[in-house]
């Protein structure tokens, strides 16, 4: 964990090695003040069932603290972790927070339907993003359910809306509410 948090794309001119590795992203756009401190999540992961692995170096006295930037949580030993960041309206990365959400409000104020304006809401009243990030052809079905337990945690921790590049914007129920797939060939 540290201050090593990478410029995110937010748009498709993503660096060579992030086209080679093909990274998904997921968001919450997350209207509480601040994040949960990251023992909260982890113990959330555990009571799912899940073995969230930590990173050895971690010191155990930055789980308690709420204004993290990014930490790599493993799933299984033999895969690559999600890479977890979180970016705030205030604070060393707020350029990107604000990057992030210019993005979303113009991507969906295209959409005149009642979902989108609710999605655009949460954007626009965000406080702090939370990202999660893989590699695609790494990810197993058990690392999916894993990304989904940590999506689901700050959406109900931190009254968020779920959103998944090329996929769109969940509701609290998991059902896509505004659809932002690439359109088909």
């Given at each position: 964990m540290g201050r090593e948090l990478p410029i995110l794309p937010a748009s498709a001119q993503a660096d060579s090695t992030e086209q080679a590795e093909n990274f998904v992203y997921s968001r919450v756009f997350c209207q509480k003040e601040n994040s949960p401190p990251l023992r909260l999540l982890i113990d959330f992961l555990k009571a799912r069932g899940q073995t969230p692995i930590v990173p050895k170096n971690i010191d155990?006295?930055?789980l308690d603290e709420w204004?993290?930037?990014?930490?790599?949580?493993g799933y299984h030993r033999d895969r690559?972790?999600?890479?977890i960041f979180c970016v705030r309206d205030r604070g060393t990365y707020q350029d990107v927070f604000e990057q992030e959400q210019t993005r979303f409000r113009d991507l969906l104020t295209a959409y005149e339907d009642i979902e989108a304006?609710?999605?655009?809401?949460?954007?626009?009243?965000?406080?702090?993003?939370?990202t999660t990030r893989f590699i695609k052809d790494d990810?197993?079905?058990e690392g999916y359910d894993f990304n989904g337990w940590i999506l689901e945690f700050y959406q109900e921790q931190c009254?968020?809306?779920v959103q998944i590049n090329d996929q769109?914007?969940?509701?609290?129920?998991?059902d896509l509410i505004v659809d932002m797939s690439p359109p088909e060939e």
């Amino acid at each position: 964990m540290g201050r090593e948090l990478p410029i995110l794309p937010a748009s498709a001119q993503a660096d060579s090695t992030e086209q080679a590795e093909n990274f998904v992203y997921s968001r919450v756009f997350c209207q509480k003040e601040n994040s949960p401190p990251l023992r909260l999540l982890i113990d959330f992961l555990k009571a799912r069932g899940q073995t969230p692995i930590v990173p050895k170096n971690i010191d155990d006295a930055a789980l308690d603290e709420w204004a993290w930037v990014q930490i790599s949580l493993g799933y299984h030993r033999d895969r690559k972790p999600v890479q977890i960041f979180c970016v705030r309206d205030r604070g060393t990365y707020q350029d990107v927070f604000e990057q992030e959400q210019t993005r979303f409000r113009d991507l969906l104020t295209a959409y005149e339907d009642i979902e989108a304006q609710l999605a655009l809401e949460f954007v626009n009243r965000a406080q702090f993003i939370l990202t999660t990030r893989f590699i695609k052809d790494d990810m197993t079905d058990e690392g999916y359910d894993f990304n989904g337990w940590i999506l689901e945690f700050y959406q109900e921790q931190c009254n968020g809306i779920v959103q998944i590049n090329d996929q769109g914007f969940y509701s609290p129920k998991g059902d896509l509410i505004v659809d932002m797939s690439p359109p088909e060939e």
